[in-house]
């Protein structure tokens, strides 16, 4: 697949229509966009009275253009008083318009549409290939864009679809686009009844969508056009292995977290922002106190020219994150993040051209990730590093005890938060699961549990395959007067062999981080600082000689412990029945992870490592999807490298699980 999007350009054909030099069409018919928008398939789906008064309701859209039917889409939702709660439109386009190219076409809108498109504008992402989810209404109407190749998203995405618009290019100008394998892919994701609707009525396209399942009419076409095509999903399809993900039943929306870090205050927001009371503990007298409590952590994308699933799911996390602060903070909830820029470096001249290598392969926009130069490093960010390296523009720093305190706040009553409160038992119920504390009393029962409490997870499900490993690790606080000794300090994050932190508003530096198992009393060893020291002088060569004039037995830092999964993935999502998917190890050797058993309302946020600003909040949001029954805001293939049940899905696949519940072999 290939890594660069390529940006459509903001073209007019003579009559002013958008159009597409690529495919040699216009964007919409020449009668105008928002009226086909409003005929064929906000018409076509019965819209807007199918929808009404639904919890949720999911659209799912092939060509997503100017984002004219997304538009006309959201007025009609503002616009009924009788209007699902949450609406998802889930869209894919392959080309999208630069954030300049859609605020042009966008100028000669309706003007009842025009507040509208200005948030869709401010809100636009960067042309990077994978999911982006922007939300509007206070998260009450949820724009998924899938930004690359159908063939290859349509397969990717994980939801149940209530209607669908098929939008692209003409048939026979973008066939791909109306493939019967895309017809499958619809039929898919189709819900029970859900309706599709498409401009089109060309024979091949009505064959290929009956047989994905769906039964198809044609109705009167917009604009002098004789048909256009509409049909809906059989209520019982022999050919779906698996059903399309529905909308969760909860016997009341109510949810236990264990665990305030940041884990824990990303899915209790998220929950609230749905409409859910939390009942959220923790065994420290605040919020992020433990792995979470240190003053500052850097968070910028990891870059491979493969595009791993490392680098597709930290992109998602950083960009997510971002989105998800910048809400906070508009809201009135700062979270105290300094976009101050990132620049990775490589640790030897063979690392940075590898480094520089995957920059190359990738061609992604310069405003997300380019190549900074030495020279330019010292003279524009007071960084004097020994090669040139990644600049991530849009990377920095926050203390992370700020970005939970803002989530909590923002959540307001929803959350009954019992800080030294400790969770010393689980137990499965009628009605859910129940915690009980330390003297055997009854703290909360609730439908859904969710585990954000780190390596303290075992003591409470000591399950066989989620293993969780504690590291050590140590930053070196650099006091002003040390930071003056130094020269002059980077205004900007510098990673590589190690890391360092612009001044904060202390006037202190500072520089980390050790990486080795969590053994002994948890206490600043000099030793470990000295080590610091010696990575910030590989970072910045310059100040190796100060640097070695500092006593290290004179610096303070912070020491935590990171929670470290097999792979350094997090563990997100439902949590694995052991015990049930033993009991028919054989009949689950060639499982995938949605055949396996899980443990009812029991959900894990766990092992974040040192990842916790990229993981927390993409974490939260996958978790309230997947809780919700809703569209996740990832890729399927990246939500089963979260999936807690992995190590157990490999060990049944290889034979390894015996029938009591052992690991064999």
């Known amino acids: 697949m290939p890594r660069a999007l390529e940006p459509a350009e903001p073209i007019l054909s003579p009559d002013g229509t958008p159009y597409s030099p690529r495919y040699a069409d216009v964007y919409h018919s020449s009668q105008g966009g928002l009226a086909q928008a409003r005929h064929v398939f906000l018409g076509g789906n019965r819209l807007p009275q199918a929808w009404g008064a639904r919890e949720q309701f999911v659209i799912v859209e092939t060509g997503f253009g100017q984002g004219l039917n997304f538009l006309a889409t959201w007025q009609a939702w503002r616009d009924d008083p009788a209007r699902c709660a949450r609406l998802h439109f889930v869209s894919i386009e392959k080309h999208p318009f630069t954030q300049a190219g859609l605020r042009e076409l966008h100028a000669g809108l309706e003007a009842a549409l025009q507040p509208l498109a200005v948030q869709l ?18 998260g009450a109407v949820v724009l998924t864009l899938a930004l690359g190749d ?10 149940g679809a209530d209607a669908f618009y098929l939008d692209g290019f003409s048939p026979a100008r973008n066939a791909d686009m109306w493939a019967p394998e895309v017809m499958k892919g619809l039929g898919r994701l189709a819900r029970p009844g859900a309706t599709l609707a498409t401009y089109t009525a060309a024979g091949f396209v009505r064959r290929g969508l009956q047989a994905a399942g769906f039964d198809v009419a044609k109705a009167p076409g917009f604009a002098g056009k004789r048909d256009m095509t509409v049909a809906s999903m059989r209520t019982e399809w022999r050919n779906r292995r698996r059903p399309p993900v529905m909308p969760a039943q909860w016997p009341e929306r109510h949810a236990i977290v264990i665990g305030a870090g940041l884990a824990g205050c990303a899915v209790s927001e998220r929950l609230a922002s749905r409409g859910w009371r939390i009942s959220l503990f923790d065994a420290h007298p605040g919020p992020a106190q433990e792995t979470s409590a240190h003053h500052a ?101 926050a203390p992370p005890p700020d970005i939970c305190r803002a989530q909590l706040a923002r959540a307001g009553a929803a959350v009954q938060a019992r800080f030294g409160c400790t969770v010393a038992a689980l137990a499965r119920t009628a009605h ?19 585990m954000a409490n780190a390596h303290q ?103 935590g412990v990171r929670t470290v999964s097999h792979n350094r993935l997090p563990f ?10 033993a009991r028919h190890a054989q009949a689950l050797r060639g499982a995938h992870l949605r055949d396996l058993p899980r443990l009812p309302g029991l959900y894990a946020a766990l092992a974040y490592a040192s990842r916790g600003l990229t993981w927390a909040a993409l974490g939260a949001e996958l978790l309230a999807s997947q809780i919700e029954g809703e569209p996740l805001p990832l890729e399927s293939d990246l939500a089963d490298a979260l999936d807690p049940a992995r190590l157990l899905l490999r060990a049944l696949r290889h034979g390894h699980l015996e029938a009591g519940g052992r690991q064999s072999g």
């Open 150 to 159: 159908v063939e290859t998203l349509l397969p990717k995405l994980a939801l």
């Open 297 to 397: 952590a850097a968070m910028h994308a990891h870059l491979s020219a493969d595009d791993s699933l490392l680098s597709r799911l930290s992109r998602a996390g950083n960009l997510y994150a971002l989105r998800a602060w910048q809400a906070l903070a508009e809201a009135g909830y700062p979270v105290g993040w300094h976009a101050c820029g990132v620049l990775q470096t490589g640790a030897d001249e063979a690392e940075a051209a590898m480094l520089h290598g995957a920059l190359q392969a990738l061609g992604f926009p310069p405003e997300y990730v380019r190549w900074m130069a030495p020279e330019e490093a010292a003279a524009s960010h007071g960084a004097a590093v020994a090669r040139g390296g990644l600049w991530f523009g849009q990377g920095g720093w």
């Open 457 to 559: 997870a075992e003591r409470l499900l000591p399950l066989q395959f989620l293993p969780l490993r504690r590291v050590r690790g140590q930053l070196t606080t650099l006091p002003p007067e040390a930071v003056a000794a130094l020269g002059r300090w980077p205004d900007c994050v510098v990673t590589g062999a190690g890391y360092l932190l612009p001044q904060g508003a202390d006037a202190c530096a500072r520089v980390g981080s050790s990486y080795e198992d969590d053994a002994g009393p948890r206490f600043e060893r000099p030793e470990i600082h000295a080590a610091n020291l010696a990575r910030l002088a590989a970072l910045l060569p310059a100040t190796a000689d100060a640097a070695r004039a500092l006593d290290p037995a004179s610096l303070r830092g912070y020491v």
């Open 572 to 581: 997100v999502g439902a949590v694995a029945d052991e015990a049930e998917a």
């Open 432 to 450: 859910g699961w129940q915690a009980t504390g330390t003297a055997g009393e009854v703290l909360a029962e609730a439908p859904v549990l969710v």
């Open 121 to 138: 504008q401010a809100a636009w992402p960067l042309a990077l290939p994978g999911l982006h989810r922007l939300a509007f209404e206070d």
